[in-house]
């Protein structure tokens, strides 16, 4: 009766508590479960439990987590084992009593700080240590703030480890894959390792901040960009990428965060927009807040929540905007979180917009968010976090500068150039694009869309009253130049074109004036860097012609391949310019299109049939589309369950208009939808991606 407490073994059961709590693709060795759901455990005693009767009725159980556990912070707390316990705390109850055992089933509360947690079992003076477990976000409870109703969603933004990324411009939209890999085992450490530096950073031992998905996601949004301290990644300059790895380079997050861990958290080299978003998504989705990756064309960067970006050219339509300028994104990637908003009011609540991307803002982190997405639609910009910056970079409008030889700016009179389009995700459970621009605006030209730009505005005009916007430039507020309606210009080129092929353009001129006119027209052709850097200029044509009055001129001009071949730039992204100018008024004119130059295929093809363990072979076929070899090919492969980390191929040289084929064995180590990716580098081309999907027979 009176011999202390011993216990012979805990049983965590981890199968049976991992696969209830969706966590078995993370672990099947620790035990992983989520807040809001009981979990369940055998303790086994030395003795029959008749032995130790006064103990057990002084026994209760405690949870703690964090390097200094504290009552007064909420991270350790001792609860009773009972049926009578509260169902919101932490309570225990006893499932099952043999003569030398217990099955006790546990249950978290759905807002406990998500952590690393040990559980103990205290009887009289001594406590035992009954295991360690990790607690996560659960979008499968009601009362927890990322519930999320749909399993099809939560299949797709939880479970998911492989992803899509678009990229491209806005009427030639293009895929690359992602392993997110964010239940690969180490990941999860890694990911608490992470929100451990932010709080050193930050000084925040507040354990609130775990409990909180908004605060979370802020914590890893600031930890994902070294420009906040030292960070996952460093933002890479436009081409520079010398000690690093190209972002172009990256298949997935897991070696990054790998790296990261490795090096000792020493910033990894080098992401941009689509690989901060990226890894976040993985991140997140590890903890089990539900994450997207979203895509949008027309972006207004660095607006500062001014609505006006300006972009400056010169007579002869060359791109000069500098660096640290706002100006306009072929594409931007960020990420949306789903939650409930319980620091706001219940319409905000649902998917956040949150971007891990440098900006620079007048005050406070240089992340966004996460701001809601419905506030971002309605114009509601004074909403909490950075609502403000995501409406003015959808919804700016942009205008047109031609810069003179006296460095003197003139207005530019052509085609609105709208801001904010096709914004695009991976559809749920399809590899399909779906766009989802009706979340974040109304349709152009609608009332609704009239009644949010009028809210904005209005917001905004209080802010320029009241701080420094009201020195800059030009005002933030939108302003209609007095526009003659003299001459017209339309330039029209196809969306998108095979790499070595010439360019061709259309440009029609058109004189409404009313008299005769002599005019002045330049075409170009600019590379690009996807943020809006140029590159160089590639080629420009001068015509002078005379109009009469309601007069047309069409002229058909290409752009030749050998002009751009060795200028393209890593986008892959050529901006074609027509600037007309009025020789009486002086008036200037100008169109302009933005093209993608598409890498020749990779494909990959497997056999009809494939069963796991079974050794299979995949072929790889790369076709050389140009009169000159493509030189130094190398391809990586990766796959997770098809192929163990990444494979390298040195294929050489590729001869002109011909096909180099690789074969691929390997042997399937998990069952179900698997994709194997490969990417392709050479002299000429440093991001050509290509995936394929089979599905595994279980053995």
Not at 237 to 243: D, L, M, S
Not at 308 to 319: H, I, P, R, S
Not at 355 to 382: L, N, R, Y
Not at 385 to 400: E, G, M, P
Request: hydrophobic share 35%.
């Amino acid at each position: 009766m009176g011999q202390d407490l011993s216990i012979k073994k805990c049983d965590l059961k981890i199968p049976m508590n991992n696969n209830n709590h969706h966590t078995e693709e993370i672990s099947t060795e620790r035990l992983m479960v989520r807040r809001g759901q009981p979990f369940t455990l055998t303790v086994s005693f030395s003795a029959p439990i008749h032995n130790y009767l006064q103990l057990l009725k002084r026994t209760f159980l405690i949870v703690q987590t964090g390097s200094h556990p504290s009552k007064a912070y909420g991270t350790q707390t001792e609860f009773s084992i009972s049926s009578l316990g509260d169902k919101k705390q932490w309570n225990a109850a006893l499932e099952e009593q043999e003569p030398c055992s217990w099955t006790i089933s546990v249950n978290t509360p759905a807002n406990a700080p998500i952590g690393q947690y040990t559980l103990l079992l205290h009887a009289s003076k001594s406590s035992c240590l009954l295991g360690n477990f990790t607690l996560l976000f659960n979008p499968w409870c009601q009362d927890d703030e990322v519930f999320l109703a749909n399993e099809a969603q939560r299949q797709e933004y939880i479970l998911n480890q492989e992803g899509v990324i678009y990229w491209g411009t806005e009427n030639a939209v293009l895929a690359q894959p992602w392993d997110f890999s964010q239940f690969e085992e180490d990941i999860v450490d890694i990911c608490f390792t992470l929100l451990d530096a932010g709080e050193r950073h930050q000084g925040d031992k507040d354990p609130a901040q775990r409990q909180s998905p908004v605060s979370i996601c802020r914590a890893v949004a600031a930890l994902l960009n070294c420009d906040e301290f030292r960070g996952i990644l460093t933002e890479c300059g436009t081409g520079q990428h010398y000690n690093g790895a190209a972002p172009s380079k990256w298949l997935g997050s897991s070696p990054i965060l790998r790296q990261w861990i490795a090096s000792r958290c020493k910033p990894v080299r080098y992401g941009q927009c689509w690989v901060f978003a990226a890894v976040m998504c993985s991140v997140l989705r590890c903890l089990g807040i539900p994450t997207r990756v979203v895509t949008g064309f027309t972006w207004a960067h660095n607006t500062n929540s001014c609505l006006t970006v300006d972009e400056y050219y010169d007579e002869d339509g060359t791109l000069i905007t500098q660096d640290k300028n706002a100006r306009v994104w072929t594409f931007h990637v960020w990420n949306e979180c789903w939650m409930a908003r319980a620091d706001l009011l219940p319409k905000y609540s649902g998917w956040q917009a949150l971007d891990a991307t440098c900006q620079e803002k007048s005050k406070g982190p240089s992340f966004c968010g996460p701001a809601p997405v419905q506030a971002i639609k309605e114009g509601d910009t004074e909403v909490d976090y950075d609502v403000c910056s995501f409406f003015a970079a959808i919804n700016a409008k942009c205008r047109v500068w031609i810069q003179k030889a006296d460095d003197t700016l003139k207005p530019a009179f052509g085609p609105t150039k709208y801001i904010g389009n096709n914004i695009s995700t991976k559809s749920v459970g399809s590899e399909r694009c779906e766009d989802i621009t009706h979340n974040y605006k109304y349709p152009e030209g609608s009332l609704q869309e009239k009644e949010a730009l009028d809210k904005a505005n209005r917001k905004i005009k209080n802010l320029e009253t009241t701080s420094s916007f009201s020195e800059t430039q030009f005002s933030c507020i939108p302003t209609a130049f007095e526009e003659p309606v003299n001459l017209f210009i339309h330039l029209q080129a196809k969306n998108s074109l095979p790499l070595g092929q010439d360019i061709p353009l259309s440009i029609e001129v058109c004189n409404y004036s009313g008299g005769e006119k002599a005019t002045h027209l330049v075409v170009g052709a600019q590379s690009l860097h996807y943020n809006g850097v140029p590159v160089t200029q590639v080629w420009k044509e001068e015509f002078h012609f005379i109009l009469k009055n309601n007069e047309a001129n069409n002229l058909q001009v290409f752009v030749p391949y050998s002009r751009y071949r060795r200028e393209l730039g890593q986008s892959h992204l050529l901006r074609l310019t027509a600037t007309l100018r009025d020789e009486d008024s002086f008036h200037i004119y100008f169109a302009q299109e933005e093209i993608s130059i598409c890498d020749p295929p990779l494909t990959i093809e497997f056999p009809e049939n494939m069963v796991q363990y079974q050794p299979s072979t995949a072929k790889i076929s790369l076709l050389n589309p140009l009169t000159e070899p493509l030189e130094k090919c190398v391809i990586v492969v990766a796959g997770r369950g098809l192929i163990y980390r990444q494979r390298k191929y040195r294929l050489g040289s590729v001869q002109p208009k011909s096909i180099q084929q690789l074969q691929i064995p390997f042997t399937p180590t998990q069952p179900g939808p698997r994709r194997l990716t490969a990417h392709l580098t050479c002299l000429q081309l440093q991001n050509l991606k290509s995936y394929k999907t089979i599905n595994i027979a279980a053995f």
